[in-house]
């Protein structure tokens, strides 16, 4: 049962009598009216905005409609009372057994509560990391692969029919300058003394294994040959480890892709993608040969005026027109994006959603204006920008990594708190809000900790469930322990207030996946397991309180019933952000 869906029904079948009573126009459009939490629970147990939304359509006066919508609704059963605030806005408060009957029906799905179909089995793509594959991951991707993933994850929930991918940046000069890089490793496993790493080349330790794979496969066969010809072979060998490398570090976060795209396949097998896409935009007219005006800032000695080919992307909400194909004949690298999304859109995707990092941010608008030009603006794109992560432990900055050579890894990370942590610690805050992540705060045992307090909640439950059968051996079994409760005995106000945060989920979980807001759901998780700790704390205080009644099975058995339902949530919610839900912390 979802009880927000339940009261926008019957505000929806009160509406629909008044216009057939003439109460309101018969064409009246229903758009826009819902059920929601009210900001204040003492003002009832759902709030709505009926009569604000249909005021200026209906020419009435919002409390007019309100007052109307108020006796109808009070006729249903259920509910007790709606009291018409303000200018119009209805509170409404039901008998406890609506409440009741929802621990019913969410032990009843178990871990198909909260699955929606709001996707409706939309095809979605949805590409997050596309880290160039040039090394480790660092801290940074860590952020948006945990961001995308949970994302799909939640899409998924919702309905939709999401495809994860990886963009591959395997084509332009940084797989040249990687190669060269693994070159010297190469000479180096040899017995050649390599000196510093030049200047402009990549210094990890972790092209080491690259060198000395080269070397136990080419011996020294390599070293006498010119470059044109050991660049490919020490290219690909090179591009095949740090793929492996970063799926490795990847699954380290339990992340896995669908699809992993190469940019070199654009341009493959007799297939330029690049081309079709500048075909298709110069079908639409939207291509011609022009000069660019030279960008605020930039030297005048440097700049040169010259003819390139042009996308008129400012017809499509960007600040420039942009080249694709540069005078000399060569495309851009933005040419290369433009016919990656052009593939997409072939593939028959209904949404795009691509996950870019803080210093992508400028790109945007091109890239927006370019599936817009490409779809006619009949597709939906969205693109989330994951904000920087600064580490520190115990308040002070960590340094970089030795074996990256530059920055700290995803690894490091991980290797030294552990998946879950980064995992949720990455979803508590807004992904375009910047982030500070403390080693020290992230593994503490304590309220502050959110990950923590939303594991020992569903743990805590657990451990009831084990203490339970020295009271009561027939309630050990959970699953004849919560058939046979007798609801009604709910009745404690912090009982009911934990079931109407339950109640919340279908909704938190469609307005997350609408909005593509993953971290909607951990701060519902950690409000959920505070109220859950909360109504244990009272019961130390309150002995009457206690989930386990030591002089009635009834109450333990109901009580069980709603910590059970409560656990089923908080499970669910941790497995959409990719969170393990424990039995027991240690």
Request: charged share 25%; aromatic share 8%; hydrophobic share 40%.
């Amino acid at each position: 049962m979802d009880v927000f869906a339940h009261v926008e029904d019957l505000l929806k079948t009160a509406l629909e009598a008044m216009k057939s009573d003439g109460v309101l126009p018969k064409d009246l459009s229903l758009e826009g009216v819902e059920a929601e939490a009210p900001r204040d629970p003492t003002h009832g147990d759902i709030a709505s905005n009926a009569a604000l939304v249909l005021t200026k359509r209906a020419k009435m006066k919002p409390r007019d409609i309100a007052e109307a919508l108020k006796t109808r609704l009070e006729a249903n059963e259920g509910v007790t009372k709606v009291d018409v605030a303000g200018p119009g806005f209805l509170n409404i408060t039901f008998a406890p057994a609506i409440w009741q009957d929802l621990v019913k029906a969410i032990l009843e799905a178990g871990d198909q509560f909260g699955r929606l179909d709001v996707g409706a089995g939309q095809k979605v793509n949805l590409e997050y990391v596309s880290a160039n594959p040039t090394g480790p991951m660092h801290v940074g991707h860590c952020r948006g692969a945990v961001f995308g993933d949970a994302l799909a994850n939640l899409l998924d929930f919702a309905g939709y029919d999401v495809s994860r991918e990886y963009y591959i940046n395997d084509a332009g000069g940084q797989i040249e300058v990687l190669a060269r890089s693994a070159f010297l490793r190469y000479r180096e496993a040899l017995g050649e003394d390599i000196g510093e790493i030049p200047e402009g080349l990549y210094p990890g330790d972790y092209l080491k294994p690259v060198g000395a794979a080269l070397a136990k496969t080419h011996g020294d066969k390599l070293v006498s040959m010119d470059a044109a010809d050991w660049l490919p072979i020490v290219s690909d060998a090179t591009m095949d480890a740090m793929m492996a490398l970063i799926k490795d570090d990847l699954a380290a976060l339990n992340i896995h892709h669908d699809v992993f795209f190469s940019e070199r396949s654009l341009v493959s097998n007799g297939k330029n993608r690049i081309d079709e896409a500048i075909a298709a935009l110069r079908t639409k007219g939207l291509m011609y040969e022009g000069v660019l005006e030279k960008p605020k800032g930039h030297d005048d000695e440097e700049w040169e005026s010259r003819t390139q080919t042009l996308f008129k992307s400012t017809e499509f909400g960007d600040d420039a027109d942009r080249a694709l194909v540069k005078s000399d004949g060569s495309y851009t690298y933005f040419a290369g994006d433009i016919a990656y999304h052009y593939d997409k859109l072939q593939r028959g995707f209904d949404q795009l959603i691509n996950v870019f990092g803080a210093d992508h941010i400028g790109y945007i608008p091109r890239m927006k204006a370019a599936v817009k030009a490409l779809s006619d603006r009949d597709i939906v794109f969205d693109i989330k920008v994951c904000q920087l992560v600064k580490l520190f432990r115990g308040g002070e900055p960590v340094r970089m990594s030795k074996r990256a050579g530059t920055f700290v890894t995803l690894r490091d990370v991980v290797d030294e708190v552990g998946r879950d942590p980064v995992r949720f610690m990455m979803l508590y805050r807004k992904n375009d809000a910047p982030l500070d992540f403390d080693f020290a705060k992230v593994t503490e045992q304590s309220k502050d900790n959110p990950v923590f307090y939303v594991q020992y909640a569903h743990a805590r439950v657990s451990s009831v469930f084990r203490n339970v059968g020295e009271t009561y051996p027939e309630l050990a079994d959970r699953a004849s322990a919560v058939k046979s409760a007798d609801l009604t005995l709910l009745t404690d106000p912090g009982e009911l207030d934990l079931i109407k945060r339950l109640a919340a989920f279908n909704k938190l979980i469609a307005g997350a996946a609408r909005a593509h807001e993953p971290h909607r759901l951990a701060f519902y998780l950690y409000d959920l397991a505070s109220a859950l700790h909360q109504q244990w704390g009272r019961g130390n205080d309150s002995p009457h309180l206690r989930f386990i009644q030591q002089d009635c099975q009834g109450t333990t058995a109901a009580r069980l019933a709603l910590i059970a339902a409560t656990q089923q949530v908080i499970s669910s919610g941790l497995g959409v952000l990719g969170v393990e839900a424990p039995e027991v912390m240690r």
